[in-house]
C-alpha cells in the first residue's frame, strides 16, 4: 500500500523568502507525481507535473524535484507571496489510483 | 484549465433526505473519482470509475453510490443524509494511462442538519 506524508505540516514565513516543501512517499512504483494547491473551501488545482521520467518541472517561481529511488519530492517556492498562501499536496499516481498527502498549509506574512 | 463541474457548490439539507452531487467532465477522460475531505483533513478515495459501466469502491468506506452511464457524467447519491456525511465531496478525472494528470473540481460541500 502506497503512504504519501508531507512535512512541515504547517509553515509561516516573511513576504519573500524562499522555502521547500517536502513529499515522500513509500513505494517507488509510481507513473507520476503532482503537486496541487487548495485555498480553503476549494478544489485542487494542479501545479506541477513530474513523470516518474522526470527529475524536475518548472512553473514561474515554482519548481518540483523528485527521487523516485528515495521517495522524495520537493516543492520550492521562490520569493514568497502573501497571495501563494494555501494548502499544498503532493499526490502520486500508483497502481490506477492517485494517493495523497495530508498537505502543507502555508501562510505568508506581508 | 480544468474542464470538470461539480454541482451544486453547498448545500444544507435535513436528515433522512436523498442527495445526488453532480460531476460533469468536457475532457472526455475515462477515469473519474470521488474524494471526501473533512476540514483540514486529507482526501480520501470514496469511489472510482475507468468508464461507462464500471464502478468500484475506494479505499475509504462509504454509504454513499455512484453511477457512470455516460463518459461525461459521474453522479454520487447518498439515500438518507445523516449529520456524519457532512463534509466536502471533490469529483477529480484522468485519462486511461497510468501516467495521467488529475483534474478536480471545485467541490460540494455538503451539510446534513
Known amino acids: 500500500k502506497q503512504e504519501v506524508t508531507q512535512i512541515p505540516a504547517a509553515l509561516s514565513v516573511p513576504e519573500g523568502e524562499n522555502l521547500v516543501l517536502n513529499c515522500s512517499f513509500t513505494?517507488?512504483?509510481?507513473?507520476?507525481l503532482q503537486w496541487f494547491r487548495q485555498d480553503p473551501g476549494k478544489g485542487l488545482t494542479s501545479l506541477l507535473l513530474?513523470?516518474?521520467?522526470?527529475r524536475e518541472q518548472t512553473s514561474g517561481r515554482l519548481n518540483a524535484s523528485l527521487d523516485k529511488s528515495s521517495g522524495r519530492s520537493t516543492l520550492y517556492i521562490a520569493a514568497s507571496q502573501p497571495g501563494d498562501s494555501a494548502t499544498y499536496l503532493c499526490?502520486?499516481?500508483?497502481?490506477?489510483?492517485?494517493?495523497f498527502g495530508s498537505g502543507t498549509k502555508l501562510n505568508v506574512k506581508p | 484549465e480544468a474542464d470538470i463541474y461539480q454541482t451544486p457548490r453547498y448545500l444544507v439539507i435535513g436528515t433522512g433526505k436523498k442527495i445526488t452531487l453532480e460531476c460533469s467532465q468536457t475532457?472526455?477522460?475515462?477515469?473519474m473519482y470521488w474524494y471526501q475531505q473533512d476540514p483540514g483533513m486529507e482526501l480520501h478515495l470514496i469511489h472510482y470509475?475507468?468508464?461507462?459501466?464500471?464502478?468500484e469502491k475506494g479505499d475509504l468506506s462509504s454509504e454513499s453510490t455512484v453511477s457512470r452511464i455516460r463518459t461525461e457524467h459521474f453522479p454520487l447519491t447518498l439515500e438518507s443524509a445523516r449529520p456524519s456525511h457532512t463534509s466536502q465531496y471533490l469529483c477529480?478525472?484522468?485519462?486511461?494511462?497510468?501516467?495521467?494528470?488529475?483534474?478536480f473540481g471545485q467541490g460540494t460541500r455538503l451539510t446534513v442538519v
Open positions: 477529480a478525472s484522468s485519462e486511461y494511462r497510468g501516467n495521467a494528470e488529475a483534474f
Open positions: 470509475s475507468y468508464g461507462v459501466n464500471s464502478t
Open positions: 499526490a502520486v499516481s500508483y497502481f490506477n489510483k492517485f494517493y
Open positions: 513505494d517507488s512504483a509510481i507513473y507520476n
Open positions: 475532457m472526455g477522460h475515462d477515469k
Open positions: 513530474i513523470q516518474s521520467s522526470q
